[in-house]
């Protein structure tokens, strides 16, 4: 393996799929140039989606000796990876209790064997590429603070060490929490998402892997030997294809309805009284809210996740209001220096889908449902989507393969969480509401309401112009909803959403909001 010394060049902010800006954004360094893509050449495989799980991939597979061409719609780290809050865990949301009921004793001991493989694939990366990504071990800590949560609390525990987690009762969590049993994890670990990211790059172009940003694969045609990728009228080709795309695009694959979309929501704050814990602390409430810290250009942040929801439901505005109080019920805030919220897939049988993307042609593959576990499961989806393109053996790949048969047990809260998707595909045909006058709506502000007789989702931009797409989301024809905090259109079946233009943000959908003219309509 030929070790590669990293370079710094110049300093961007990366664009990622939300108005509201991360604390990772700023202050990246770009990197070398990539080679230049060669519209003759068949490469031998097309990444398409430059967040951890395509880099990673990518990284896997150029070092390995094939000719790889990586695209994004957007930018690397455009996606959740730009959003994310990056602990790296040696336990996951599924817990090791759950996928041994489900799945059984030795899938769970593999679970946890591939996380662990996956977080020293990250330390490892880090050292032999020297990636400035402020990598740092840290201690984890898991806390219930009502009776209630004690059980499953002691199921995490108790499967964790069976599987060989490092795991243990601590007196308390380093958190101003009551808590009324806390356990301690050894060996978690943190690190700067979108620096991480870019050192993958460097490796990669440096291999002499090529990288296209805006550019969005439309769709794919197979070939004899080879397929082709289409973006905006230009054909790339590829012998193999991985959707490093979060969630994979076309029109209803059976993973949209196996993966369902939820928001989390983020604060990065600053404190008066410099308590910021220095360990990755999680409470056990329903959805749990989740700590650590971050030092970016010197300053520090206490990161708090938490307050998810479905996707195109809930209120933004109100997930962002409740994670505040309850961050300052507990510490002396000084000032809340970002907010931001991202997407994350929940898989319906707990376990990530990893493998070939069902119902597209031989040679096509895929990674998605990581929870929010996608720094492992992204890193893990890498390494298994490599060695199948190669065509070598990896002893995880059947426990995650897309085509597997989900044991039902484990579907009952996915099934509650998703009943209101078939009624949504009814009800958003019917109920409407009416616009009685577009001065309603405030500046920076979206709606759908009903116009001439039809359903429009008007935005109002700052200076006041208005704007109108159609609400019929481009995948499977649902209602998308207003986003005021991301400033985007949310589909609330499968999640995906839509600048206010109408422009793809995330998939699955592949084609924009249709352009509606309002004065044409009146
Ligand atoms: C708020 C939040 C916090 C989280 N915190 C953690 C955490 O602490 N630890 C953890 O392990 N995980 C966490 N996760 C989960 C984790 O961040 C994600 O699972 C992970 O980033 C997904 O990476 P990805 O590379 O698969 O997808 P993404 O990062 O979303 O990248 C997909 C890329 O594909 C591109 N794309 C999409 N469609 C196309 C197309 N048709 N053509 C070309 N390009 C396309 C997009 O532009 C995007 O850049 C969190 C998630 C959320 C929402």
Known sequence: MTVIELTKNDVFTAPRDGANESLWQSKLHAGTESPSYNESTVYDTLIVGGGITGLTAAVLLQQQGQKCLLVDAHNLGYGTTGGTTAHINTFADTTYAEVENDFGAEAA???????????????????????????ERKQGFVYADEEKQLKEL????????????????????????????????????QFHPLKYLMGLREVFVKAGGVILENTRIEQTTQKDGYHEAESEGRILKARQIIYATHIPPGGVNPLHFEAAPYRSYVLAVTLKDKAYPDALVYDMQDPYHYFRSHVVEGQKYLVVGGADHKTGHGDPEASFAELEAYVRQYYEVDSVAYRWSAQYYMPVDGLPYIGKLPGFSEGIFTGTGYNGNGMILGTLAGKILSDLVLGKENPSASLYDPGRVKPLAAASEFIKENADVAYRFVADRFSTEELDSLDQLQNDCGMVAEFSGEKVAVYKDPSGDIHAVSPVCTHTHCIVNWNNSEKSWDCPCHGARFDTDGTVLTGPARRNLEPVDLKGKA
């Open 154 to 189: 002691d199921s995490l525990f108790q499967s964790a060490v069976k599987v060989g987690v490092k795991a243990r009762l601590a007196p308390q969590a380093p958190v101003p929490v009551p808590t009324v049993k806390v356990i301690t994890i050894d060996d978690q670990a």
């Open 109 to 135: 001991q593999q679970f946890a064997d591939d996380i662990a493989g996956a977080v020293s694939t990250i330390q490892d990366w880090v050292q032999t590429y020297k990636i400035d990504c402020d990598f």
